[in-house]
């Protein structure tokens, strides 16, 4: 998938959650361990959230994308955000799963892994 069309569907996974009532701190955060999607808020916890797209599930779902590597990857992505910005509250990882044609289908899995 082209970057572009990544951004596309980071930013309506962007919209969605905020439509959930979580508030969007930051997309894209790049350091040498890898990149986190978006950063958000919901009330006191910090939530990192990873943002998967397919179009069919043919060949797995978009969920199932999130392997054991990848969630590896974003945990020390997420250790150095934490130490960069001295967060000491709580922190959970969340995947949103988009799947299909518009109207997409959201899957939105709390405390993923």
Known sequence: MSRER???FETLAAQY???????????N???RF???DLICKDRDC???VEV???QSSAFGSAAAMVTTAKQQKLRLSASWYLQQKQWRGAARFDVLAIEG???YQFSWLKNAF
């Open 46 to 48: 910090l939530v990192f």
């Open 101 to 103: 044609d518009a109207p």
């Open 29 to 31: 955060v790049s350091c």
């Open 52 to 54: 998967k797209y397919r």
């Open 34 to 36: 890898g990149e986190l």
């Open 17 to 27: 959650m905020q439509q959930q009532g979580l508030q969007l701190l930051a997309r």
């Open 6 to 8: 990544g951004q596309q």
